[in-house]
């Protein structure tokens, strides 16, 4: 058990943290998940200006850090002692497979986000081996395979048995397997199919559930073209924890600044739990000492210390998502230039745009010094899959600077440590494009940007972080605060500037793309929250805008979900258009026309939902959902 003197009722906390939130009583949005509930503290930020957007998206990640009240619903919270016991047993387990190399495999898997962390995470310990001269310890599964890690493949995470097949061949011939399988709200089939196919096979494999929903609140539908649902599943691993051969990580962070955009605080929380107790089990084999609780808290809290440092610069960070809103508001285009991890972590960043704002690719794209070589990803060079693969410097130069034009911004990152000259000749060039041109410096204590690379920007974030005196694991640490830091400010700019350019309503994504079950469910729950209508009317008006017609077949009706999100995933505006369909009664044909004819998507709607007689203001919409708890 934790020895407790290391786990006080109330933590010392380094940043502030914000009070419970409303989302925490028994009644609020009692239909939904966590990772699926409206954040109180966002209601409308989609009125908010830049640096009030900011303020809030600091608010929500700050959330993450709170701890649980037991006055309240009581969810189990990050520094929550069962949630340090679990961390602890599976710190134990990694340190079992690192001690043996060449028989065990640490694999890491998840879908969209989830699965590009997997990834970043995979390939960034077994560098940290390689330094110690040890093999690799570590592989990552992403739903889709790598091709996802650079743009969305979301209807891979719906089948379960592709899941299993991925887990088999990235483990073949091991004898003890460490499964992490990360799903933000414990509802993706891919992961629901390899970790069932885990508990199957204990012999071999270890299963660990990585999530940010109560068990109670997993997806309880059947998957399609399978037999069991996620909570079964999760519940059967819950069975299984009482005997330390399966482990479940689900505290709970509270809802996204961005209703179910999991891809933030989800994502952001994910990095924390993992690298924490991967980072304490590798200190831990190297200097042959036992993790305690006190270790693995003083490992998160440094993530706290990412949270003050990165929101310090909460002015300069509200100046970019202005500049990248007026970009997008004037059909221009943003361009992350990132260097190594810093890199992956723009590329990321700009992958998620697509399904969550319906984006298309080319609005937000992120590039990386030496392409897929920096990258690092098991199936090498994808060039050659077309333009949205293209992520080198080079390519960046040759075939997107010479379009770039004053509309468009662009946002260097790097390290002082990079290669200077290379950046400051780079800029030079993007400089002669487009007077937008920003940078995101991290520097160590003692270290100054040079006055040649501050008068090539607009504008230089340095976020400075203290020198690292510890052992060569402190190395990582910072590297991983900084990617942390830099997934904070990415997030806000490209959020910030979707809501500026009119994606968002109240803090609702209702211009995303339905590409997989999870979002077609997603878009019946926004329709039914804005028009009170029925689920049944809602998913009817969701079919007549995914296939442009008024008159629903027996044969569109009764197809798999699937059939409905692989042609939605080509369409854009379906849920826009979906939502003018219920609140006009008008023609589909009549309803794509009048989105068509207003580009900003949130006016169109907020025209439509706050007509005389709607509705549509957030207390008159909380009110109504109140009634409905009651």
């Known amino acids: 058990m934790i020895n407790t003197m290391f786990v006080p009722q109330k933590q010392k906390h380094i940043m502030e943290t914000p009070d419970m939130g409303k989302w925490e009583l028994a009644g609020y949005e009692a239909a939904l998940p966590v990772t699926e509930k409206s954040n109180p503290i966002t209601r409308e930020i989609d009125k908010a200006d830049p640096v009030q957007i900011v303020h809030l998206l600091k608010e929500c990640d700050a959330e993450i850090f709170q701890e649980e009240d037991d006055t309240l619903v009581n969810y189990k919270r990050l520094y929550s002692a069962s949630v340090l016991q679990t961390m602890m047993d599976v710190t134990k387990k990694v340190e079992a497979i690192l001690k043996d190399p060449e028989h065990s495999l640490i694999i890491l898997s998840g879908c969209g986000t989830s699965g590009r962390l997997a990834f970043l995470l995979a390939t960034s310990f077994n560098k940290l081996l390689k330094g110690l001269h040890k093999n690799p310890s570590y592989a990552y599964i992403i739903a889709g395979g790598d091709k996802a890690i650079l743009t969305s493949q979301e209807a891979s995470e719906d089948n379960p048995h592709l899941g299993v097949e991925a887990l088999k061949r990235v483990c073949a011939g091991k004898k003890k397997v460490l499964f992490i399988g990360i799903s933000c709200g414990l509802s993706a089939p891919f992961i629901a199919g390899q970790l069932d ?130 970009s997008l508001e004037k059909m221009g285009r943003i361009y992350y230039i990132g260097w190594q991890t810093l890199g992956v972590m723009g590329i990321i960043d700009a992958s998620e745009c697509v399904p969550t704002f319906g984006t298309d690719f080319s609005d937000v794209r992120g590039f990386i010094n030496k392409g897929y070589k920096e990258m690092a990803n098991r199936e090498g060079d994808l060039t050659s899959r ?92 910072q590297k991983f605060q900084r990617e942390l830091s830099t997934k904070w400010i990415l997030n806000a700019i490209s959020t910030g500037g979707h809501i500026l350019k009119g994606k968002i309503y109240f803090n609702h994504m209702i211009d995303l793309k339905v590409s997989n079950s999870k979002l077609f469910r997603r878009a019946v729950a926004i329709l039914q929250r804005f028009t009170s209508r029925s689920p049944i009317i809602c998913q009817e008006a969701l079919l007549k805008s995914i296939y442009e017609t008024d008159d629903l077949s027996d044969e569109i009706r009764n197809v798999e979900i699937s059939t409905h999100t692989t042609l939605a995933a080509t369409k854009f505006k379906v849920v826009p258009t979906a939502l003018v369909l219920l609140t006009r009664n008008c023609s589909v044909a009549e309803a794509m026309s009048r989105i068509q004819a207003k580009p900003v998507v949130r006016e169109t709607i907020d025209r439509y939902l706050t007509a005389p007689g709607r509705k549509r203001t957030a207390d008159q919409i909380e009110m109504q959902r109140d009634e409905e708890n009651e």
Not at 199 to 227: C, K, Q, S, Y
Not at 310 to 326: E, L, N, P, R, W
Request: a negative charge.
């Open 197 to 326: 196919f885990c508990l199957n096979n204990l012999d071999v494999f270890t299963p660990v559930l990585v999530g940010f929903n109560p068990v109670n609140m997993a997806r309880n539908e059947i998957i399609e073209g399978w037999h069991l649902t996620f909570r079964q599943v999760a519940e059967k691993m819950e069975e299984v924890q009482e005997t330390r051969r399966a482990f479940i990580l689900n505290p709970a962070v509270g809802p996204e600044g961005i209703s179910g955009s999991s891809r933030m605080k989800g994502g952001s929380a994910t990095k924390i739990i993992l690298e924490s107790l991967l980072l304490a089990a590798h200190k831990a084999t190297s200097n042959n000492k036992e993790v305690t609780a006190k270790n693995l808290l003083d490992w998160m809290k440094t993530y706290e210390k990412v949270h003050k440092i990165t929101y310090s610069q909460g002015k300069m960070i509200a100046a970019m998502v202005k500049q990248a809103g007026t």
């Open 386 to 477: 077309g333009p949205e693969f293209e992520i080198s410097h080079e390519d960046f130069m040759k075939n997107v600077l010479p379009d770039v034009t004053e509309n468009d911004t662009v946002v260097f990152i790097f390290t002082l440590d990079d290669d200077l000259l290379e950046i400051e000749k780079l800029a030079n060039q993007v400089k002669n494009k487009t007077p937008n041109l920003h940078a995101i410096s991290h520097v160590t204590t003692g270290q100054y940007v040079s006055a040649n690379i501050k008068k090539t920007f607009a504008s230089v974030m340095s976020m400075t972080w203290p020198i690292v005196f510890f052992e060569y694991e402190g190395f990582f640490l």
